[in-house]
């Protein structure tokens, strides 16, 4: 018989050409600083700059790589640059791109125990691990009530503990029925948009996500939740959830998980903790304070692709009873149907969030923990809060500038003195110099700058550069200021 025919790379060229790309992105990580941060490309010019229509023969490797380099690389952000400083980081480290390189190498599709075991049971182990890592509840733990699950994104976390919470509020019936626009949730103004889209998804509507108030630090009231909470209840509305954020997005404020809890713990609601970045900081039993009141919660998430050096996407969620998340996303068509599970004796992911397939993510996660160990994250983890706390001390001694928030971990939100207009062009400034990049917020109506310090690589120079150019561009700025209003 001869050869059949194929277009397929052959295990020697794709060993040349992993070779090449391994090479290429280790170049990559010892020239990031040459580029600049924030792409400076214009809307449509990388479309603009690729072919009208897809090859009809195939193209060499090579030709590949030369069009990432002249074609791609101008269109990127580079998040992995040290110089990183705008929203929170999404990390990738040498470990976390080489587990996920496995886990495309194996490409395993792991919804069922069964369709392939090692995928759950190690997922299962890692998330276990991080329990005891993390200081969080025992009964976390799969060899207890609950267990963990590896997510997309705190998104579909969020979501998945919001459907949770909202079957166990109404006995398992709004899965059948539908909701009757009568459950209502909670989160504090403050709390991540990813909640509001979960109360559009989950059926419960927006208007029915009650934003309870602040306090003066950004943090939830407790009395205000309480209250509400009563409201709704006299006015024949079924509570079901809150959400509690362990550092928000905007300003990295902490609820009072525990006096949240206690609430929940009175009125029978669901409890989910979002800790989407700051949850790494437990990984240091000087930062867990921040997870008082967490034994109350009914679920947990972070995500190890923020701030624990895993490559997106990578986020970790624990239930405390898993049977209540499975009786609520567990469907089991006929052909799914295997000896596995029908024993009860195995895990099925699949039914722990929304989609069916699933990659092989705990991978990237076991090959981060075991290269950097508990030491070397707790290491990382402290140099980067040291950095933002050098940074904010800076920003106090500095009368032209102020801080808006407090700082507690890794985030600083300042500004400078002169006004909305001021920030706003500072921040422009620098962003378009390529130099660094930086986000903003509104805080009380304000304009704000965020500066968070979280990238793999951030090193103490980086940080004060840093703060050299935002002080060289408020200098200009201020120069600009006094020549229209000398
Ligand atoms: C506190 C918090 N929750 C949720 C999210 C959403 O994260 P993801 O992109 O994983 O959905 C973020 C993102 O920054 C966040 O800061």
């Known amino acids: 018989m001869p050869e ?55 193209e060499p490797f090579d030709a590949l790589m030369r069009d990432v380099e002249k074609l791609i690389l101008p269109g990127v952000t580079h998040w992995q640059s040290p110089n990183f400083f705008a929203y929170f980081p999404c990390n990738a480290s040498g470990p ?57 994104t ?3 976390a969020a979501l998945c503990a919001l459907l949770a919470g909202r079957e166990r509020a109404t006995q398992y019936t709004s899965n059948k029925k539908g909701c009757d626009g009568r459950i209502v949730a909670y989160a504090s103004t403050q709390t991540h948009s990813s909640l509001e889209k979960a109360a559009m998804i989950a059926g419960i509507g927006v208007e029915n996500l009650r934003l309870i108030e602040v306090d003066q630090n950004f943090a939830m009231r407790p009395e205000a939740l309480a209250r509400q909470i009563e409201t709704d209840k006299l006015a024949g509305l079924t509570p079901c959830f809150v959400c509690a954020t362990v550092g928000t997005t905007s300003s990295n404020a902490m609820d009072p998980v525990k006096q949240i809890g206690e609430i929940c713990r009175q009125h029978n609601l669901w409890l989910h903790v979002d800790a989407a970045m700051s949850g790494t900081a437990a990984l240091c039993p000087e930062f867990r304070h921040f997870h008082n009141g967490v034994e109350l919660a009914d679920s947990y998430n972070f995500n190890p692709h923020k701030w624990m050096f895993t490559n997106f996407d990578c986020n970790c969620f624990w239930v405390a009873d898993r049977k209540a998340l ?10 799914l149907r295997n000896q596995a599970t029908e024993s009860g004796a195995v895990i099925d992911y699949r039914d722990w969030h929304i989609q069916l397939g699933r990659r092989f993510r705990s991978l990237k996660l076991w090959f981060v923990i075991r290269h950097y160990g508990v030491e070397g994250l707790q290491h990382h983890i402290r140099q980067h809060v040291k950095l933002a ?29 002169s006004g909305d207009t001021a920030n706003q062009t500072i921040m422009d400034r620098l962003n378009r110099s390529g130099d660094l990049f930086l986000t903003h917020t509104k805080l009380n109506g304000k304009l704000t700058l965020r500066l968070s310090v979280g990238q793999t690589h951030t090193q103490a120079r980086h940080v004060e550069r840093a703060w050299e150019r935002i002080r060289e561009e408020a200098e200009k700025t201020g120069d600009a200021v006094r020549a229209h209003h000398p």
Request: glycine share 8%; hydrophobic share 40%.
């Open 389 to 417: 706390q050098q940074f904010a001390e800076w920003v106090r001694k500095d009368a032209r500038f102020e801080l808006a928030a407090p700082a507690p971990l890794n985030l600083v939100c300042f500004r400078h003195k």
């Open 96 to 152: 976390g791109i080489l587990g996920d390189l496995l886990s495309s190498g194996l490409g395993v599709q792991g919804m069922l125990w069964s369709t392939s075991p090692a995928c759950t049971e190690l997922e299962t182990h890692v998330l276990d691990w991080l329990v005891s890592m993390l200081g969080l509840p025992e009964k976390f733990l799969s060899s207890k009530t609950g267990g963990g699950v590896i997510q997309d």
């Open 154 to 156: 705190a998104s579909s």
């Open 326 to 335: 499975i009786q609520t996303l567990s469907i089991l068509p006929e052909y």
């Open 4 to 58: 059949e025919k194929s277009f397929h790379m052959t295990p020697d060229e794709f060993r040349r050409h992993g070779h090449a790309v391994v090479d290429w992105i280790a170049d990559y990580q010892s020239r990031i600083e040459s580029f600049p941060v924030l792409s400076q490309v214009k809307p449509g010019d990388i479309r603009a700059s690729l072919p009208a229509s897809p090859p009809a023969k195939g």
